[in-house]
């Protein structure tokens, strides 16, 4: 063992074997036990030369460092400290620095309040190793932005202090660090466009001034198109098919035998920024996607014995009692234990407004509570929890490209052969140059960019709507779809039923049967029962108490209410427990049954008291959407159910539906999927996801209603995070601008590249004329695929529900019954709205206001020429009156209502106000302003 001090604070020691290696036992015992000094900074282990290397926190000599490390044995440092796994960076070295109270192997290189950052060389260019520190980072509440670098080894994080603390990042990103699979090789140079802008420049130079400098920058060039040889290689020898790469090959090499370099340059350079774009925007929905759902606690109160302890989430598991507090987010899934509070679940369900939460209901992790305090028994922690999974699936939802082509891929495979031919064609009447020209116009360089860029854009407006997209091919193909298939039980009706009919026999009246029938059902949670609680609460009236309950699954349940034994439950049950149900009730049930309806009977001591008839309820807005996606252009809206063929035909005529199909098993709905897809349809199959598996894969596109509860394990496609019908239209509207926008980037490139091959036939344009032509126009391509993520950003894609209002369906249903009405009144045939039509499209004005034009217009005018009189402002209210004055609006109060929101709203709140005003001080019908 050698001793050296290299300078004041410090100490080395060499020539120890077990520090060639760092995570053996003997080896951390050893850091451990260095750091129960308390002066002992920081730690570096060095593989190679078996050496480590011990940083003191202030200035001492070498006898005060020798007593201070001789105070401590090795024995000593065994389990007294949390020491990190030490794992060896690429030149063999390990670092361990204090933070505080934790010892970590990531040193802190700035600590400001709220904002830190980190280096670690583990992260020194490994983008997929950043990746997983990234995928963690977006699940921690309290992080509110960060920034990992490959090209530094750094992370950069902006939190809030009072919900996370800085040691419980250092230990959160050691176990991240810990668990992530290791990346073994590094990133290729990713300076690509730094070193094409570069070569552009000096092929510039090259060719217009120093023509001795083409040589040089000639191989220059050939290595910043390597990337482009590799991608034609494996197009043509691994997929054996003809691709864009092949093309922008073959370009370079015919720029290099013509001497065009400075053309070549600028070709690498813009395929440089394509991809460099494409990578950016991937990372960036991929950020978004998850930042939807994924902010998790990292530490939870632990209740234990009635006292409660904060401990890190790691350490909570199923079984165990946390609490959660007023302003907290919940930790784990679980169920109250104990106590009321509202809870906050708009992030994680899409639900508008808190929900109220007691004993027994189910809550999930990283929802908020507002109000209150309760105990909630663990189900399902840590990555277990349904916010893990969600994050999970959005983390690999836009990877989904890798295996398929997407729709820009194949048009621009699609044009390589007609530009081929045209090349060829070329060379025989313009020779070389010309026919450079037209290769380099190959249509597909920009479109197999712009689409994929249009489409992670796409999928981010999805996440922020509420609508988990579990594979992206699905965005693609809802375009296309011409046929919804939709469930019907769970899906256009409720889980719940709705009491229609209460029947009484004999000497009970029908109050008396539903306070039996409540008092019977008050303690269970299935769907019956809530309805028949919900019809007697409307009596404003106390349940009674019950004892000696008996339940059988599937029959009934058997109570006693103070001495009176009542019994609810089917026809069945009421044979189970040997009471005589007379015939005439028989016939009652079997047309309720015929209805649809279901029967529960009620039994008093040993006679049926009556009965209630409960009838499936239809889901709010259900008539809407059927509307709307008629507006979308869905030619045929069919209904499958398992139920009887009256009630689902009745459902279908008052929905005004094309087809039915009743009395379906659940396995047997694949086989109808498959009818209409024969029939040459796509089919998007919506249900509720429970025995609807096999359909939900044969379809087209599959869509679930189950929400957040079966993320993880629902064969849908698409899964509504809540439990709303008219996402589907939303989702739709999606889907057609993402067409829309594909064609448009298609028409971008098109246009400029077909006239310069035109050019390059009759007006002898070269290759310079073709490159800037065809990367132009794929840079404003790339630009209109970057189109729907800034709609997205700024929330105006689509008519969002508000998240104010307490009612469910507040201005997407005013929309939809608006669109429904005008559809019925002009008996037009299916047309597709556009979204800019949908979102410029001010709310009508009314006729009262019109009335008040005049006056606005002659006491302006006279205010610009009389003191006193707010002349202006009153010209503007009669500007802005005069825009809105057509029932639909005019072109200019749309463009006031995109522009100027705000000021629009303020005239228009004045007058109405003002009109309000007046109809008061003047009661007289014939000197109201406003009907």
Same mark, same amino acid.
């Given at each position: 063992?050698?001793?050296?001090?290299?300078?004041?604070?410090?100490?080395?020691?060499?020539?120890?074997?077990?520090?060639?290696?760092?995570?053996?036992?003997?080896?951390?015992?050893?850091?451990?036990?260095?750091?129960?000094?308390?002066?002992?900074?920081?730690?570096?282990?060095?593989?190679?030369?078996?050496?480590?290397?011990?940083?003191?926190?202030?200035?001492?000599?070498?006898?005060?460092?020798?007593?201070?490390?001789?105070?401590?044995?090795?024995?000593?440092?065994?389990?007294?400290?949390?020491?990190?796994?030490?794992? $060896?960076?690429?030149?063999?070295?390990?670092?361990?620095?204090?933070?505080?109270?934790?010892?970590?192997?990531?040193?802190?290189?700035?600590?400001?309040?709220?904002?830190?950052?980190?280096?670690?060389?583990?992260?020194?260019?490994?983008?997929?190793?950043?990746?997983?520190?990234?995928?963690?980072?977006?699940?921690?509440?309290?992080?509110?932005?960060?920034?990992?670098?490959?090209?530094?080894?750094?992370?950069?994080?902006?939190?809030?202090?009072?919900?996370?603390?800085? &040691?419980?990042?250092?230990?959160?990103?050691?176990?991240?660090?810990?668990?992530?699979?290791?990346?073994?090789?590094?990133?290729?140079?990713?300076?690509?466009?730094?070193?094409?802008?570069?070569?552009?420049?000096?092929?510039?130079?090259?060719?217009?001034?120093?023509?001795?400098?083409? %040589?040089?920058?000639?191989?220059?060039?050939?290595?910043?198109?390597?990337?482009?040889?590799?991608?034609?290689?494996?197009? !043509?020898?691994?997929?054996?098919?003809?691709?864009?790469?092949?093309?922008?090959? %073959?370009?370079?090499?015919?720029?290099?035998?013509?001497?065009?370099?400075?053309?070549?340059?600028? !070709?690498?350079?813009?395929?440089?920024?394509?991809?460099?774009?494409?990578?950016?925007?991937?990372?960036?929905?991929?950020?978004?996607?998850?930042?939807?759902?994924?902010?998790?606690?990292?530490?939870?109160?632990?209740?234990?014995?009635?006292?409660?302890?904060?401990?890190?989430?790691?350490?909570?598991?199923?079984?165990?009692?946390?609490?959660?507090?007023?302003? &907290?987010?919940?930790?784990?899934?679980?169920?109250?234990?104990?106590?009321?509070?509202?809870?906050?679940?708009?992030?994680?369900?899409?639900?508008?407004?808190?929900?109220?939460?007691?004993?027994?209901?189910?809550?999930?992790?990283?929802?908020?509570?507002?109000?209150?305090?309760?105990? %909630?028994?663990?189900?399902?922690?840590?990555?277990?929890?349904?916010?893990?999974?969600?994050?999970?699936?959005?983390?690999?939802?836009?990877?989904?490209?890798?295996?398929?082509?997407?729709?820009?891929?194949?048009?621009?495979?699609?044009?390589?052969?007609?530009?081929?031919?045209?090349?060829?064609?070329?060379?025989?009447?313009?020779?070389?140059q010309g026919a450079t020209a037209i290769i380099n116009c190959d249509f597909g360089t920009g479109i197999r960019m712009a689409a994929p860029l249009a489409l992670l854009s796409s999928l981010s407006a999805c996440s922020n709507r509420g609508i988990l997209v579990k594979d992206g091919r699905a965005l693609e193909q809802m375009g296309a779809v011409d046929t919804v298939l939709f469930d019907k039980t769970g899906t256009l009706t409720q889980e719940r039923p709705e009491v229609c009919k209460i029947l009484n026999f004999g000497k009970f009246t029908k109050e008396q049967v539903l306070t039996y029938a409540a008092a019977a059902e008050e303690?269970?949670?299935?769907?019956?029962?809530?309805?028949?609680?919900?019809?007697?609460?409307?009596?404003?009236?106390?349940?009674?108490?019950?004892?000696?309950?008996?339940?059988?699954?599937?029959?009934?349940?058997?109570?006693?209410?103070?001495?009176?034994?009542?019994?609810?439950?089917?026809?069945?049950?009421?044979?189970?427990?040997?009471? @005589?149900?007379? &015939?005439?009730?028989?016939?009652?049930?079997?047309?309720?049954? $015929?209805?649809?309806?279901?029967?529960?009977?009620?039994?008093?001591?040993?006679?049926?008291?009556?009965?209630?008839?409960?009838?499936?309820?239809?889901?709010?807005?259900?008539?809407?959407?059927?509307?709307?996606?008629?507006?979308?252009?869905?030619?045929?809206?069919?209904?499958?159910?398992?139920?009887?063929?009256?009630?689902?035909?009745?459902?279908?005529?008052?929905?005004?539906?094309?087809?039915?199909?009743?009395?379906?098993?659940?396995?047997?709905?694949?086989?109808?999927?498959?009818?209409?897809?024969?029939?040459?349809?796509?089919?998007?199959?919506?249900?509720?996801?429970?025995?609807?598996?096999?359909?939900?894969?044969?379809?087209?596109?599959?869509?679930?209603?189950?929400? @957040?509860?079966?993320?993880?394990?629902?064969? $849908?496609?698409?899964?509504?995070?809540?439990?709303?019908?008219?996402?589907?239209?939303?989702?739709?509207?999606?889907?057609?601008?993402?067409?829309?926008?594909?064609?448009?980037?298609?028409?971008?490139?098109? $246009?400029?590249?077909?006239?310069?091959?035109?050019?390059?036939?009759?007006?002898?344009?070269?290759?310079?004329?073709?490159?800037?032509?065809?990367?132009?126009?794929?840079?404003?391509?790339?630009?209109?695929?970057?189109?729907?993520?800034?709609?997205?950003?700024?929330?105006?894609?689509?008519?969002?529900?508000?998240?104010?209002?307490?009612?469910?369906?507040?201005?997407?249903?005013?929309?939809?019954?608006?669109?429904?009405?005008?559809?019925?009144?002009?008996?037009?045939?299916?047309?597709?709205?556009?979204?800019?039509?949908?979102?410029?499209?001010?709310?009508?004005?009314?006729?009262?206001?019109?009335?008040?034009?005049?006056?606005?217009?002659?006491?302006?005018?006279?205010?610009?020429?009389?003191?006193?009189?707010?002349?202006?402002?009153?010209?503007?209210?009669?500007?802005?009156?005069?825009?809105?004055?057509?029932?639909?609006?005019?072109?200019?109060?749309?463009?006031?209502?995109?522009?100027?929101?705000?000021?629009?709203?303020?005239?228009?709140?004045?007058?109405?106000?003002?009109?309000?005003?007046?109809?008061?001080?003047?009661?007289?019908?014939?000197?109201?302003?406003?009907?």
């Amino acid at each position: 063992m050698q001793i050296s001090y290299p300078c004041t604070g410090r100490v080395r020691v060499a020539g120890v074997s077990f520090l060639a290696n760092p995570e053996s036992s003997e080896c951390r015992r050893f850091v451990a036990a260095l750091f129960l000094v308390p002066d002992v900074r920081s730690v570096e282990i060095s593989t190679e030369k078996s050496a480590i290397e011990v940083s003191f926190d202030k200035p001492i000599s070498s006898n005060e460092i020798a007593i201070k490390l001789g105070s401590v044995s090795l024995q000593n440092g065994e389990g007294a400290l949390t020491i990190p796994c030490l794992k $060896a960076d690429r030149n063999g070295c390990v670092g361990v620095f204090r933070q505080g109270t934790v010892v970590s192997t990531w040193e802190v290189a700035s600590d400001l309040p709220n904002r830190l950052r980190l280096r670690h060389p583990r992260l020194f260019k490994k983008k997929k190793l950043c990746q997983d520190v990234e995928r963690e980072l977006m699940t921690v509440l309290g992080v509110e932005r960060f920034k990992v670098s490959p090209v530094t080894g750094s992370v950069l994080i902006h939190y809030d202090a009072s919900a996370v603390a800085k &040691e419980q990042l250092l230990e959160f990103l050691e176990e991240t660090l810990h668990q992530a699979e290791d990346q073994t090789s590094h990133d290729e140079n990713k300076r690509g466009l730094v070193l094409c802008t570069a070569t552009m420049a000096a092929a510039a130079v090259a060719q217009f001034a120093t023509p001795a400098l083409i %040589i040089p920058v000639a191989g220059l060039l050939l290595y910043t198109v390597i990337p482009t040889f590799i991608g034609a290689r494996d197009t !043509l020898f691994k997929e054996r098919r003809l691709g864009v790469d092949v093309l922008d090959a %073959i370009v370079v090499v015919m720029c290099l035998v013509t001497y065009e370099i400075f053309a070549a340059a600028v !070709l690498a350079w813009c395929l440089s920024l394509g991809r460099s774009l494409l990578d950016k925007a991937h990372e960036d929905s991929r950020r978004r996607l998850v930042n939807v759902f994924g902010k998790q606690p990292r530490s939870a109160w632990l209740y234990q014995d009635g006292v409660e302890t904060l401990v890190p989430l790691e350490r909570i598991k199923k079984g165990d009692v946390i609490a959660a507090h007023t302003g &907290e987010a919940i930790a784990a899934d679980g169920i109250v234990y104990e106590g009321d509070a509202s809870v906050d679940q708009r992030a994680l369900t899409g639900e508008s407004v808190p929900v109220e939460k007691e004993v027994g209901s189910r809550v999930y992790a990283s929802t908020l509570v507002i109000g209150g305090r309760i105990l %909630i028994t663990v189900e399902k922690a840590g990555k277990e929890t349904t916010t893990s999974k969600i994050s999970a699936i959005l983390n690999d939802t836009t990877a989904f490209r890798l295996t398929s082509q997407s729709k820009g891929e194949v048009l621009a495979d699609q044009a390589v052969i007609p530009t081929l031919a045209l090349a060829s064609l070329g060379f025989g009447t313009v020779g070389l140059q010309g026919a450079t020209a037209i290769i380099n116009c190959d249509f597909g360089t920009g479109i197999r960019m712009a689409a994929p860029l249009a489409l992670l854009s796409s999928l981010s407006a999805c996440s922020n709507r509420g609508i988990l997209v579990k594979d992206g091919r699905a965005l693609e193909q809802m375009g296309a779809v011409d046929t919804v298939l939709f469930d019907k039980t769970g899906t256009l009706t409720q889980e719940r039923p709705e009491v229609c009919k209460i029947l009484n026999f004999g000497k009970f009246t029908k109050e008396q049967v539903l306070t039996y029938a409540a008092a019977a059902e008050e303690r269970l949670e299935h769907p019956i029962a809530a309805a028949i609680v919900d019809k007697f609460r409307e009596l404003n009236q106390p349940l009674p108490a019950t004892d000696h309950s008996s339940y059988k699954v599937g029959y009934g349940i058997s109570v006693h209410v103070g001495k009176t034994h009542v019994r609810v439950g089917s026809s069945r049950f009421m044979m189970l427990e040997k009471i @005589a149900v007379p &015939e005439e009730i028989r016939q009652i049930e079997a047309e309720a049954h $015929a209805e649809g309806h279901s029967m529960v009977f009620v039994a008093i001591n040993k006679t049926v008291a009556g009965a209630i008839e409960l009838a499936p309820q239809l889901r709010p807005g259900v008539r809407e959407v059927i509307a709307g996606l008629r507006e979308r252009g869905v030619t045929q809206i069919v209904i499958i159910s398992g139920d009887h063929d009256k009630p689902t035909r009745k459902l279908a005529e008052e929905l005004g539906v094309n087809r039915y199909f009743a009395e379906v098993l659940p396995e047997d709905k694949a086989r109808y999927v498959e009818l209409l897809q024969s029939e040459g349809r796509k089919v998007c199959f919506v249900g509720d996801g429970i025995n609807d598996s096999i359909a939900l894969k044969r379809a087209n596109v599959s869509v679930s209603l189950r929400g @957040a509860t079966s993320v993880a394990t629902d064969t $849908a496609q698409i899964v509504f995070m809540e439990c709303d019908l008219w996402k589907l239209c939303e989702f739709m509207d999606i889907s057609h601008q993402l067409e829309r926008n594909v064609k448009l980037s298609w028409q971008i490139i098109l $246009a400029p590249n077909l006239f310069c091959i035109a050019g390059a036939f009759f007006m002898g344009f070269g290759v310079m004329a073709s490159v800037l032509a065809n990367n132009v126009a794929a840079l404003v391509a790339l630009a209109n695929g970057l189109r729907p993520r800034r709609i997205s950003a700024g929330g105006a894609l689509l008519p969002m529900r508000t998240q104010k209002t307490t009612q469910r369906f507040s201005l997407s249903s005013s929309l939809a019954k608006y669109l429904f009405k005008r559809r019925l009144a002009a008996l037009t045939a299916p047309k597709t709205q556009s979204l800019e039509q949908i979102q410029s499209t001010p709310p009508p004005v009314g006729k009262g206001p019109q009335k008040m034009s005049a006056f606005f217009f002659w006491t302006g005018s006279a205010g610009l020429l009389l003191p006193g009189v707010p002349g202006l402002p009153l010209l503007v209210i009669w500007f802005i009156l005069r825009a809105s004055k057509k029932p639909s609006g005019s072109a200019v109060d749309r463009w006031l209502y995109a522009k100027y929101p705000g000021i629009r709203s303020l005239a228009l709140n004045f007058v109405h106000n003002l009109m309000k005003d007046t109809n008061t001080r003047f009661p007289n019908p014939n000197q109201r302003l406003l009907n």
